[in-house]
C-alpha cells in the first residue's frame, strides 16, 4: 500500500501564503489516476479542495472548489512522486486540516472532488490563517 506523507502546514496571517506537499513512498503515476487535496475543519465536514489528473491526455488538468478558485494551485512533480497545493490570498476561512489521497479511478469529466473515490490518504497538516 502507498503510504503519503503531507507536509508544508503552519499559522500564517491572512493574505499569505503556504505550500504543501504531499510525499508517496513510491512512484504513483503509473496506477494513481487521480490525486486530491481535501480539508476539515473543526466542526465540518471534509471537502474537496483541489483535484488533478496524474497522467494521460488530461495529466495536469485540475479541478477547484468554488471558495479556492484564483487561489489555490495544484501540481505535481513525478520525479519527486509529490504533489503539491500552492495557497495564495489566505483567509480565516482556509482554516483546516490538509489531507491528500490519490486515486485509481479515472473519472471524467472532473477529477471529481468526491471523497469517497480516493484512496490512500495522508495523515494531514494543520493550517491555521488568523485575522
Known amino acids: 500500500q502507498v503510504q503519503l506523507v503531507e507536509s508544508g502546514g503552519g499559522s500564517v496571517q491572512a493574505g499569505g501564503s503556504l505550500k504543501l506537499s504531499c510525499t508517496a513512498s513510491?512512484?504513483?503515476?503509473?496506477?494513481?489516476?487521480?490525486a486530491a487535496w481535501f480539508r476539515q475543519a473543526p466542526g465540518k465536514e471534509r471537502e474537496g479542495v483541489a483535484a488533478?489528473?496524474?497522467?494521460?491526455?488530461?495529466?495536469?488538468?485540475?479541478q477547484y472548489t468554488d471558495s479556492v478558485k484564483g487561489r489555490f494551485a495544484i501540481s505535481q512533480d513525478h520525479a519527486k512522486n509529490t504533489i503539491y497545493l500552492q495557497m495564495n490570498s489566505l483567509k480565516p476561512e482556509d482554516t483546516a486540516i490538509y489531507y491528500c489521497?490519490?486515486?485509481?479511478?479515472?473519472?471524467?469529466?472532473?477529477?471529481?472532488?468526491?471523497?469517497?473515490?480516493?484512496?490512500?490518504w495522508g495523515q494531514g497538516t494543520q493550517v491555521t490563517v488568523s485575522s
Open positions: 489521497a490519490i486515486s485509481r479511478n479515472y473519472i471524467v469529466p472532473g477529477p471529481p472532488l468526491n471523497s469517497s473515490l480516493y484512496s490512500p
Open positions: 513510491e512512484y504513483i503515476g503509473r496506477d494513481y489516476l487521480m
Open positions: 488533478v489528473y496524474t497522467r494521460g491526455v488530461l495529466g495536469g488538468n485540475a
